[in-house]
């Protein structure tokens, strides 16, 4: 990040069935609280402001809009990656 950009930071929940929803959003004073707080609970950080200027546009709540959900399943193995677990997959077949 330069100089001239703003620290953003988004938070994202996802719950394993629906879209992930948008917990928290912020920039400045703010950013850097979501960020000290995700550390403080070990919550994989991932930096893109690409990324973090699109869901900077999503209220609270707001789940993330269907044309993201590449980029953010992208997001979610990199967590799972950097937390060295494995995701749980959910046999649609009873």
């Given at each position: 990040?330069?100089e ?57 709540g ?14 979610i ?18």
């Open positions: 990040m330069s001239f950009e703003t620290l953003r930071a988004i938070a994202l929940q996802y719950d394993g069935e629906n879209a992930p929803t948008v917990t928290a959003s912020g920039e400045g004073v703010i950013a850097e609280e979501i960020i000290r707080i995700a550390r403080e609970h070990g919550v994989p950080l991932r930096e893109d402001a690409m990324l973090a200027e699109l869901l900077g546009e999503l209220e609270l707001e789940e993330i809009p269907e044309m993201l959900y590449r980029v953010i399943a992208e997001v193995a990199f967590a799972y990656l950097v937390s060295g677990k494995v995701p749980v997959i959910q046999d649609k077949n009873p």
